[in-house]
């Protein structure tokens, strides 16, 4: 009969092998990349706003809105024809705003669509972009003294650095430094000291050079443009560079919004990873298949991973995801949070299986 125990140990100790392994790659990224600065600012520079503009993110677009016309100048904000805040869009001072027409390329979806219109109509190839959330608060101006330094060498895309702030929910805010750890360690690997983004790339302080847009676009079906996009920048070659900005991303108002939220990005992976090439694929498959398993299979495998005396495999993995929740929890202000921790992998496990049974289009939450 098949040694069922024994295959289960085997499988054990290859995952953590393997996740280990993923663990030095991101601490190989966050001792070695400082990204690089030059002396002078860019100028011709544009931050950008993307936003359904309505009712559920009303108070945080105008926050970011205000915030980043008197912080830069001006901002750019783009909306749909029908959303319903154009009126009061207009009267905010130092925003220029770009509709997109109705009737435009009704077979594109959600950010990507809008996106793909204002490349089409209104990017410069030779000026510089830099797409922020509906949620999003650039922290400094380190990435305007980065660009000159990253275009002499013709590094044309760069990505900031998440660091949630709260919402309505302390329970979403301390799971989503998860996030910032990712950010320091495994994407500052591939998209800094690599300069090839492999895990994909945030539509959060996304840095890219005009004529970049134009010859990419976004003119995919994807309700992840932002993972589409680096997808396409992987297959021509595009180097990129991590910034050492910070941008603050607004956490999700309740769990249900996080489940949703996370659901849309692992279905979105999901259904864009099989256009990539396959450094790319295995890369992400396996991230993936890892994040769908150590939730939902941990528990399970628990006996048989002490049985196995394979516990020291298994604990960095442990103590990278215990280190984000144990500084989210202390980041909250509300310690007794810490004894919620072991609830956090059955909510992850729950927002993939949403994104695989019910997400089918793009999904904005309340961020108000």
Request: no cysteine; aromatic share 14%.
């Amino acid at each position: 009969m098949p040694d069922l125990v024994g295959d289960t140990i085997s499988i054990v100790e290859g995952l953590a092998i393997a996740y280990m392994a993923i663990l030095a790659v991101g601490l190989t990224g966050y001792i070695l990349y400082k990204p690089r600065r030059g002396v002078s600012r860019a100028g011709n520079v544009e931050i950008v706003v993307v936003s359904k503009a309505d009712h559920r993110v009303r108070k945080s677009l105008f926050e970011t809105l205000r915030y980043h016309a008197k912080r830069f100048g001006s901002i750019t904000l783009v909306v749909d024809e029908e959303s319903p805040l154009i009126d009061e869009i207009r009267r905010i001072r130092h925003v220029n705003l770009v509709i997109v027409p109705r009737d435009y390329r009704r077979d594109l979806v959600g950010k990507g669509r809008a996106l793909n219109y204002f490349v089409e109509k209104y990017v410069d190839p030779e000026k510089w972009y830099v797409f922020i959330d509906d949620d999003n608060i650039i922290v400094d101006d380190s990435f305007l003294y980065e660009i000159p330094f990253y275009e002499s060498k013709n590094i044309l895309v760069g990505n900031g650095i998440l660091v949630p702030r709260m919402g309505r929910s302390k329970l979403a805010y301390i799971m989503d430094w998860v996030r910032y750890l990712d950010d320091i360690t495994l994407y500052r690997f591939f998209t800094g000291l690599l300069g090839r983004p492999l895990l994909g790339l945030h539509g959060e302080l996304l840095i890219v050079k005009g004529r970049v847009l134009k010859e990419v676009g976004f003119s995919y079906r994807s309700i992840t443009e932002d993972f589409r996009f680096s997808i396409e920048l992987v297959k021509r070659g595009y180097r990129t560079w991590q910034s050492s900005t910070r941008v603050l991303i607004k956490s999700p108002n309740s769990i249900l919004d996080l489940v949703k939220q996370r659901g849309r990005w692992f279905k979105g992976v999901v259904s864009d990873v099989r256009f990539s090439p396959l450094p790319m694929k295995l890369i992400v498959g396996f991230r993936a298949f890892f994040w769908s398993l150590v939730f939902t299979a941990s528990w399970i495998m628990l006996p048989a991973v002490l049985a196995a005396g394979v516990i020291w495999f298994i604990l960095p993995a442990s103590l990278y995801y215990a280190t984000a929740y144990i500084y989210g929890t202390y980041k909250s202000g509300d310690p007794v949070f810490v004894f919620t921790i072991p609830v956090f992998g059955l909510i992850e496990a729950s927002a993939r299986i949403y994104g695989l049974l019910a997400v089918k289009d793009f999904i904005v939450i309340d961020k108000n």
